[in-house]
């Protein structure tokens, strides 16, 4: 075993682009915006893409709803819900599976994020199928 007993490594932007993992969300969003309020998919996601790509965070729903002429109460929960709970393709960095594979079996892998654990799960298994351990 290494003298290193665990590697952590945070999510975003370090295994692989956070942007990606933003552009799935929108996309479940704009989907869920053109079920749920009948609006076009592709204006819905090119206009929170085009806030993202602005620097916009953290409101970016509520500024949305705002524009588009809808209450944030209870639609900015469901937008919540869509973006947490969408299913990322992620691709990983070209560097990050090569050192994950080198780790594997040397020490225990630890992964931290601000986003929900549901999507940090998924985006773990994208990284390689690497196991990260819970807790560490």
């Keep these: 075993m290494s003298r290193w007993r665990a590697v952590v490594f945070d999510l975003d932007d370090t295994l692989y682009p956070e ?19 009948g609006k076009e998919r592709q204006a819905v996601f090119d206009e929170l893409w085009a806030m ?17 002429g809808f209450p944030a109460e209870g639609n900015r929960e469901r937008m919540i ?17 090569p050192i994950l594979t080198a780790l594997r079996g040397k020490a225990q892998l630890g992964l931290i994020t601000e986003g929900a654990r549901s999507g940090a799960v998924g985006a773990g298994d994208e990284a390689g199928g ?7």
């Design 19 to 37: 942007r990606d993992y933003v552009r799935g969300g929108f996309v479940a969003v704009a989907e869920w915006a053109a079920s749920g309020l």
């Design 52 to 68: 993202f790509e602005a620097g916009v965070r953290g409101d970016t729903f509520d500024r949305w709803l705002d524009r588009s």
């Design 81 to 97: 819900t869509a973006y947490r709970g969408h299913q990322p393709r992620l691709e990983p960095y070209p560097d990050v599976l």
């Design 130 to 136: 690497a196991r990260f351990e819970p807790g560490v």
